[in-house]
Structure formats: C-alpha cells, structure tokens
C-alpha cells in the first residue's frame, strides 16, 4: 500500500495558494474599506488605521493598517490580519500583496481548512504557482496540543502539481518518530515509502522506494524501488510516470523491477510435470503503457509487458495478478471521427509461456450508427483485414499436449440497416437487416482423436483384424487439440434479420410515503421487450474455419446483435429470441428521481443454438433494492429452464440497525455448469462499535464444496482523537497450497478515511507490492 500520510497534508499547503488566488477579484470588482480610526493619502498612498475592514465578493479582511498604492498595486496589511473566504480563514500579522503580479508575502501566518489546520513563520508567493514557507507546522487536530503534526523547516509548494520538504518530522504528540532531510512528495503520491511486515510466502521483508520530479514542472516524475524478501531475495525497481502535450493529454508509465531470486530454479506452468527454469540470470519485469494524442482526433495506444516467467506478477505483484494475471501486448492508432473509428493495431506474443492471438497487424473501420440522407433508416458496419496468428503457450497446462500454432489473412466486411420507429404513439419497433462477407487465406480442422477401428473377418486366420480406421470426430466449435488438418482459402457469407419491440408503461401511487423505506410518492414503471436474432451462415461451418475471435465459455448470455457480438470466426446459423421485462419503482429524493428498487428478468428460446444444446437459456433476474442508506439487497440469479441448464445465484445484502452495529453477507452460488466447477461461497462482514473509544470487526469467507474457511480477518479498533488504530490477524487457506498467516496494524484518520499509516505484515489484505496504488 501506498503512504499517502504526507501527501495528504499536501492539500493542506494549497490553502494559502487557493485564499490568495481569490484575492485577484482584488483589482477586479468594487472594494470597500472602512475603518476605525483615521484614513488618509500620503504620497499617493491610500492608509487606514484602527479596525480596517476590507470587503469585495464574499471575502473580508480584517487588521489594524492598511496601505494601498495604487502605482505599483501593493497592498500592505500589518497587524492582527484576519482573512476570511467561504473555504478557510487566514491570519498572520504582516502580509504584502501585489495586485499586478500577484505576489505576495507574509510573516507569522496560519490557517485552517477542514478538517487541516497549518501555522509557519513566513510565506513568499513569486507566483501564483509557486509559495514557499518557513518554519511551517501542519495538522489535522483541532487542539492547542495536537495528538499528530509534521514539522518542516522550510517547504516549497507547487500549486497542483508537488511539495519539497527540507528537514521535516513528523511528531505523534511531542515525540517525533520520523525525520526527512529531503522529500518530495505530490498531491497523489508520497515521495518516500517505507513498508516492513511479514508475509508467510515472502517472509520477513522490507519494501521502500523515493518519488522525486524529473525536470522542471509536474511532467515527469520517477521513483526508486529498493526491496528485500527473506525468501526471494533483494529487488530493485525503476518507474517513471509522464505527461505532456496539449493539456497534458498525452501521458504514459515505465515499470521496471529485477529480482536477484536467491533460489536456484523455479517452478513455472500448471499441475503435472511443470518444466522449471533456470533462475541464475534473475527475475524480471518491464511494463510499458503510452496514450500519445498526434491530434485532436488522431491518438496512439502502446502496451508493452515483458516478464521473466509465468510465476513473476503472481510472486512479486500479486494483487495486480489478481486483476490482470495476462497483461497484454500491443500497438495501436485511431483516428476517431462523428461517423466512423479507424484503428490500425499489431499485437505480439512477447512472453512465449502466454496464449496469444496475434495481430500481424489489423486495419479495422467501424462505422457509428447514423442516419442516411435525413431519412428514418440507419446504417452501421465495420470492415477489417488482419493477418492472424494464433501462438500457444510453450508450457502446456494441466498435462496437455502442446497445440500447433496456426495463422490466416481474414478479410472481414460487415453492413447492416435498421428502421427504428414508434407505432400508435406507445409501441417501439426497430427492424434491422445485414450481411457479412468474411474471406480465409487459410482453413483447418481439429480433432478430438483417432477414430474407431474398421474390422473385417480373417478367413485365414479365423479372426477379425483391423483394417483401418473412421474418419476422427471434429472438435466442437473448433477447439484446439493436438491434431490439426490444414486446408486451403475459405469464403464464407452470412446474412442476418432482427426485430426489436418494446412499449413502456407507467403508474403513479401518490398516496404512498413513508419517511422508514424513503418513499415520497412511488411510480412503477414497466417495460417488456422482445428480440429476435436470425442468422443465416451460407459458407463453412465453424469447424472448418480457423478460429481467432471465438466465444469462450461464460455464465451469461452472448449478444445477440451485430457488431456486438465479437466472435467472429464462431459465427454460425442460428434462430433466438430473447424474451424480458423491465421493472422500476421510482420516488422523489432531494428533489431529484430516485429508483428505489429495480427488476430485469429475461431468457433467451433457442429455436436454433449452435453453441448450446438446451431448448431455452436460464432465466436470469437482476434485482436491486436500495431503499435507504442503511439498507441494500442485490441479488442475481439464474435458473434453469431446460435439464441441461445451470443454477447461478448471487447475492449481497447490507444493513445497519443501529449506529454501532452494521454487517454485510454476500453469497456466491453455482452449479451444474460444464465449464465452471459447483461453488456456494459466503463472505461476511461485522463491525461493533462496543463504546466511544474501542470497536471490534471480523471478516470471513467460508466455501461449502470444499467445507473450507478459506480467509479470516479479526480486527480491535481503538480511538486515538483524531486518529483510529486498528490491530489484528488474518488467516487464508489456500486448499493444498501453503497457507498464510498474517498480523496487520493499521493507522487511519478520522477526518479522511482514506489517509492512513500501514504497518502491515501480510500481502493478502493490501496492494503492498512495488508500484501497487490504493
């Protein structure tokens, strides 16, 4: 995790740079001063003495002097200053503004800006970008004996871009527990970060890295990673984080990381016989990810992720393993315009142990839907050409055979219009109709295995002998095994019909409130709709044609329209029609429309399915309830109405009943799925607040299959004013692999949750990894 403590407090330094920016209403609207005492010009110098007011906007300044040179627009406040905006309120006793050059210096200032409060000997501000402060002390407790400050001998504040600390400490109430020389830090980033803890996979270790600017500016900034792990050894790290061009537009990230992984090999690939790697040259990553706009409406995409072995994000980044355990590998250019998207992209297999369908490269023209000649007809298409290749892993998973790469140019067109209208002012129809033409350089087959054995009788011998051999079974929808028959160009066209329908009813129940649920007036609205999808294929089935963009197995429904539905090289005849209905009950909620509680029931009659066997899909419900903060239900679920179907039941419920008391209970439940193996698990969450100073929390997921708790975490919260400790354990059984075990403590402010200060000892709860963000 991120130690964003001391960016956090750099909001608090932009105080002054946003109080001051305010004062250049100064020279632009009315200002009235008054004051106490005499007012006078002396030397074409305007001075007031005793109780000066001065009020423009919504801004007023109060001191004992005042002087105004109207020359050289200065404005010199000596005394008891107190400046008060709708944000914050300054004081100090000597300040010097410019109006012209907005400059500005001051002596003995302080301020406050909920919930942060800061002091400092003296502030100069060249520009309105620029401030630099002397002797500053920042915190967020509002006490004259604050439980938590830092003091910094002197700062430099860079209005939204960073900070320099020069011999700075950070105190918990007089005791000062850290101290910097130097440290740069920005608004999103914490210039130094120090994590030590233990991790039952890691070991004992030690994560740091230093964040400081390349450059003059906020476009360039890179930070040092210099790690160590008792059981993988040091490791070091270099990132780089850029931005530039027109409104900073064009951006991008360089991560490096090298691991001196003291362990002699390691063991890569899936269960079996995995091969291992020789480990003497290290371990490594290098990531690279560019947004570069040419023009307004032309931009370039890179991302490029190499790494040393299969095992390396999941052993050093796990959490970014967790969200991406494939990084991709490609280069792209689009050019975007109000009826079209052209995009040239090539896409590699760099790292040789991940599965990749290659690109080599592809020129893709989709075209927005848009009205023709000003008439009630649409037209969309996409058209593209791409020489593919599709590159297996080297490490066969599971004890697979490796399967032979393969590769084909595909030319692709498609074009398609539609109607849509309203008939009788309440019923929605929106026909379409459209062709596509798709041409393969190259074709092929896989089969499943060797067929059966032909017998014919042996007179000679009196016995039955063996022959030959049928004719192998082809692989469903194509899938790769390890036997593949190449065959020469294919061309296959297809056409495909739809029709939409949809209507809307609604009705208002004024009568109904009630403060408990948060109704004020309710209105169900309800909408059913009907789609049918037909599709015709007049060339090659799929297990003749090379497959690229293909469907892959998932729980919920494919799309039934063009160009939404993406595998290409998959497409074959069908004839579906997907049945729904929408609910929503809405009420009124600070003066806005507020859904209340939602309901979306469908399924799909498969009068023609070549990618499942069942006669009708599962009956899916998505339904949400969000009646009042303090209590939530959603649940979706998916039942069977055909033998073969499967039941998938999601749920997530949350309620507080009272103001020391809430607890979240999710379930995952699936079974009877061929592709995703049965699992029921429950996730549940508490948190007691037992009295004003001590609280209590458990966390658990429990998975029935497997009668597992897989993970515990039990937490003891303390208040400490203006900050919450919390101490615990946590647990995680990892089902036949080593499991982890794990002591957290954590530091959080109460003004902003999110602000903390981890000392943590187990990777399972935050993204600690180098480069991980909160």
């Known amino acids: 995790m991120k130690r964003r ?42 001075i007031a003495e005793e109780n000066v007011q001065i009020h423009y906007g919504n801004y007023s300044i109060y001191t004992d002097y005042a002087e105004y040179n109207p020359d050289t627009r200065d404005v010199l406040l000596v005394g008891n200053i107190r400046i008060y905006t709708p944000e914050e309120v300054l004081t100090g006793q000597r300040a010097l503004f410019n109006l012209e050059t907005k400059q500005m210096r001051a002596l003995e200032i302080s301020g406050a800006r909920n919930p942060m409060f800061f002091n400092a000997l003296s502030m100069q501000a060249p520009s309105t970008r620029e401030f630099r402060i002397k002797d500053a002390t920042l915190t967020t407790d509002d006490s004259s004996m604050p439980d938590f400050r830092v003091k910094a001998r002197s700062i430099r504040v860079y209005t939204d871009s960073w900070v320099v600390f020069v011999n700075s400490t950070i105190h918990v109430g007089d005791i000062p527990i850290l101290w910097f020389p130097y440290l740069f830090a920005d608004i999103s980033n914490a210039g130094f970060e120090f994590l030590p803890g233990y991790d039952s996979r890691w070991g004992a270790y030690l994560l740091t890295a230093y964040s400081f600017p390349l450059g003059t500016g906020n476009a360039m900034r890179a930070k040092v990673h210099s790690d160590f792990r008792t059981e993988y050894g040091p490791a070091l790290g270099f990132d780089i984080d850029f931005k530039y061009g027109k ?30 790697t020789d480990n003497k040259d290290g371990r490594y990553r290098v990531t690279f990810q560019h947004r570069l706009f040419l023009t307004d409406d032309i931009y370039a995409t890179a991302d490029i992720n190499l790494l040393s072995d299969v095992d390396f994000l999941e052993d050093f980044f796990p959490n970014e393993y967790r969200l991406d355990p494939q990084p991709d590998n490609y280069l792209s250019v689009t050019k975007w315009d109000e009826f079209y998207t052209m995009t040239l992209i090539g896409r590699w297999q760099i790292n040789d142990f991940q599965e990749t369908t290659e690109r080599l490269p592809e020129l893709v023209m989709d075209f927005k839907q848009h009205s023709l000649f000003g008439l009630p007809i649409y037209y ?9 290749r599709r590159a297996f892993s080297d490490i066969p998973q599971f004890g697979q055979t490796e399967y032979p790469d393969y590769q084909s140019l595909r030319f692709d067109t498609f074009h398609q219009l539609s109607a849509p209208t309203q008939l009788f002012g309440w019923l929605n129809i929106n026909p379409r109709a459209g062709f596509r033409l798709t041409y393969y350089s190259e074709s092929g087959t896989f089969y499943t295995g060797p067929g059966d054995p032909v017998m014919e009788y042996d007179p000679d011998s009196g016995e039955l002998v063996q022959i030959g051999t049928t004719q192998a079974a082809k692989s469903p929808l194509n899938a790769p095994t390890d036997q593949l028959e190449t065959g020469g160009s294919k061309f296959r066209p297809v056409g495909n019909l739809g029709l939409e329908v949809s209507t809307k009813l609604s009705k208002a129940y004024e009568k109904i409130q009630s403060r408990f649920l948060g109704l004020d007036g309710l209105r169900h609205v309800i909408q059913p709709y009907i789609n049918y999808s037909y599709v015709h294929n007049f060339g090659p089935a799929p297990d003749e044609i090379l ?68 006669s009708a899909s599962n009956l899916f419900n998505i339904w949400r ?16 109405l055909d033998a073969q179907g499967f039941t998938e039941v999601n749920t997530g419920f949350s309620f507080m009943p009272s103001k020391s008391l809430n607890f979240r209970v999710g379930n995952r439940y699936i079974d009877g799925n061929q592709y995703f193996s049965d699992n029921s698990q429950v996730d549940f969450f508490a948190y007691w607040q037992l009295n004003e100073h001590w609280g209590v929390s458990l966390y658990e997921q429990y998975e029935y299959v497997s009668n597992t708790l897989q993970y515990q975490r039990y937490m003891v919260h303390r208040d400490l004013s203006s900050w919450i400790a919390s101490f615990g354990a946590q647990f995680r059984d990892n089902q036949g692999g080593d499991n982890d075990m794990g002591v957290v403590f954590v530091l959080t402010l109460k003004d902003a949750p999110q602000v903390s200060l981890p000392i943590q000892f187990d990777t399972a709860t935050s993204p600690i990894e180098p480069g991980a963000s909160e």
């Open 5 to 46: 403590l001391l960016s956090y407090f750099l909001s608090l330094l932009t105080l002054a740079a946003t109080a001051y920016g305010q004062l250049g209403g100064f020279g632009d609207a009315p200002v009235e001063i008054t004051a106490d005492g005499n007012t006078r010009f002396e030397g074409g110098v305007a």
């Open 247 to 276: 409104d900073d537009r064009s951006f991008g990230k360089l991560v490096t990381y090298y691991a001196f992984d003291p362990r002699e090999d390691v063991k890569v690939g899936g269960p079996g016989e995995p091969p291992e």
């Open 380 to 388: 969309d298409g996409e058209t593209g050409v791409a020489q593919l």
């Open 547 to 614: 497959q690229f963009d293909r469907v892959v197995p998932s729980t919920q429904l494919m799309p039934l329209d063009f160009p939404q539905f993406t595998g290409i090289d998959t497409i074959d005849t069908w004839s579906i029609m997907r049945f729904g209905v929408r609910n929503r009950l809405l009420t009124r909620r600070n003066d806005n429309t507020f859904q209340w509680m939602t309901l979306d029931t469908y399924f799909d009659a498969n009068f023609l399915n070549p990618y499942t066997d069942t």
């Open 625 to 640: 309830l969000r009646p009042v903060p303090w209590f939530t239900i959603d649940v979706g679920s998916q039942l069977p």
